[in-house]
């Protein structure tokens, strides 16, 4: 049997929401048709953003989303996004399928999609092929109150009043599609454009986010920190955050391999690879340590998720996949590890929101679903903005197929400001139940909800005709016990139980 220690009297850190946070690219059907259709669109719209998802992703507490790339980011040119639409610049969108982009959803949108979401904002900056004045224009654009050209701009465009900028990503995957620099060039660069990066609000300064690793380049981190921090100190806001991209593949880079279709040993392959965001966290994390020991710069997850081969029939550049009990568990384990690490994960982006790789939403024409990713996101809501708490795993079970050997149990725990104590656990077992005993320090706790998402079948998905395939479900197979509880968790799941006095 697995036991699961809680000491609900150590606070070990606080998870910041915005580690639940969402990114969104211009990227095949995410921006148009899966968040945006326009204000004339037959599908019921607020402004554009149609209200079925905006309605479905306000459940989730979306805390921050990021926008308007990816590599879509160092092409983007924000002045063609802004002004009567009839007259905004048409271009091609060579990174992702050579569609026209019409640019009718620039900047103004884009934060009104922030406001009706209710979220922070985070957008990124062309470094790759913009101008430090392009960026910083763009900031003043955006932020500056007050008489400027830019502030004069954007009223002339029908916002008088700043927005707030709460991150800002001064370039994307710099070491590849954001211009294939060197960590030392692209250091040197950062420092440039982000000095341009002007808090026009003292009150709410912009943090600014420097592009880090692609997975176990830790050559890059070494490089850009060596780079950048050798005046750091000097520089009030210099850096806030770095970045880190990691997609799980579950048959490598070039294959990639199917997102309905998969056996068992590609089930324990995936999560393999999901658990291994831990060690990337950690030796990342470790050279952060010796140039930031306070832990000032927050560790960003800005791309994270599983990425298939695309589905079949549809455009291979706009990267749509379906989404599996599989997903639900590679959401599940990757959320527990950015809790317990929550001392240096201050943010972190799924990618991507709608219609791309591990989406929580998927439409098609008026229709919308929410995928198995959804629901675990949903439950794990309850993290934000809690106190993550001391908990500890014993007589948990190597299992897999191979090489690809995994615990069959994660989990972390936390407490919210009332006191209620949310734990999620997960079984990654594809086969077999597993009881797990949960105890915590004191008595008399009670649990308040539990709720389960589960599939009958390892690839089980929704689909438009049957969109309830996957739910999050009422979960019953627990019982109270004098300091905790017991819980009978099935194969494959993700597991959300709360506890209070
Ligand atoms: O999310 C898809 C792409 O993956 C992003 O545009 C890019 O930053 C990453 O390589």
Redesign the pocket.
């Given at each position: 049997m697995v036991k699961l220690k809680i000491n609900e009297e150590k606070i070990s850190g606080r998870i910041e929401p915005e580690i639940y946070g969402h990114?969104s690219?211009h990227?095949g059907r995410c921006i148009y048709e899966g968040i945006y259709v326009g204000e004339n669109s037959e599908i019921t719209n607020v402004n554009g953003m149609r209200t079925d998802v905006v309605e479905a992703l306000k459940e989730l507490k979306v805390p921050v989303l990021r926008w308007p790339?990816?590599?879509?980011?160092d092409e983007y040119h924000w002045k063609d996004g802004i002004g009567p639409k009839e007259s905004r610049k048409k271009m091609i969108n060579t990174?992702?399928g050579g569609v026209v982009e019409d640019n009718s959803f620039g900047t103004h949108e884009y934060m009104e999609l922030c406001r009706q979401l209710g979220c922070k904002t985070y957008i990124n900056g062309n470094l790759g092929s913009g101008t430090v004045q392009e960026m910083s224009e763009w900031v003043e654009y955006m932020t500056f109150k007050g008489v400027s050209p830019m502030a004069d701009l954007r009223a002339k465009n029908g916002h008088e009043e700043p927005w707030t900028i709460d991150y800002f990503g001064v370039g994307?995957?710099n070491w590849?599609?954001?211009g294939n620099m060197t960590p030392q060039y692209y250091a040197n660069e950062y420092r440039r454009y982000q000095t341009y990066v002007r808090n026009y609000d003292a009150e709410r300064p912009i943090k600014k986010i420097c592009c880090g690793a692609?997975v176990e380049d830790y050559f890059w981190t070494e490089g850009v920190l060596e780079t950048a921090f050798s005046h750091a100190e000097q520089f009030h806001g210099f850096m806030d955050g770095l970045s880190l991209?990691y997609?799980v593949h579950p048959e490598g880079w070039e294959i990639k391999g199917s997102a309905t279709d998969f056996t068992e040993e590609v089930w324990y392959k995936t999560l393999y690879k999901a658990l291994f965001m831990e060690r990337l966290i950690n030796r990342h994390g470790a050279i952060m340590d010796r140039y930031d020991p306070d832990k000032k710069v927050g560790m960003i997850v800005d791309?994270w998720?599983t990425?298939y081969t695309c589905e079949p029939g549809t455009n291979p550049g706009f990267?749509y996949q379906q989404n599996t009990v599989r997903d639900a568990l590679v959401a599940g384990i990757t959320l527990n590890i950015f809790n317990k690490h929550c001392d240096r994960v201050k943010m972190a982006a799924l990618?991507?929101m709608v219609n791309?790789?591990q989406s929580v939403i998927l439409t098609e024409g008026d229709k919308m679903i929410k995928t198995p990713t959804y629901h675990v996101m949903h439950m794990y809501r309850h993290h934000q903005g809690a106190d993550l708490l001391s908990s500890e795993l014993t007589g948990v079970k190597e299992i897999g197929i191979g090489e690809w050997k995994v615990p069959n149990v994660t989990e972390s725990v936390s407490a919210d400001a009332d006191g209620v104590i949310t734990v999620t656990v997960n079984n990654l077992s594809v086969e077999g139940a597993e009881t797990v005993e949960i105890s915590l320090a004191g008595t008399g706790y009670h649990v308040t909800e539990a709720r389960i998402v589960t599939g009958s079948d390892m690839r089980a998905h929704n689909t438009f005709d049957a969109p309830e395939t996957v739910v999050e479900a009422e979960f019953s197979g627990y019982r109270e016990t004098q300091n905790g509880l017991t819980a009978e968790l099935p194969a494959n799941c993700v597991v959300e139980l709360r506890l209070a006095k």
């Open positions: 990114f690219e990227l790339g990816g590599c879509f980011a990174h992702w994307n995957e590849g599609c954001g692609n991209h997609y791309e998720g990425w990267l990618a991507q791309v790789l």
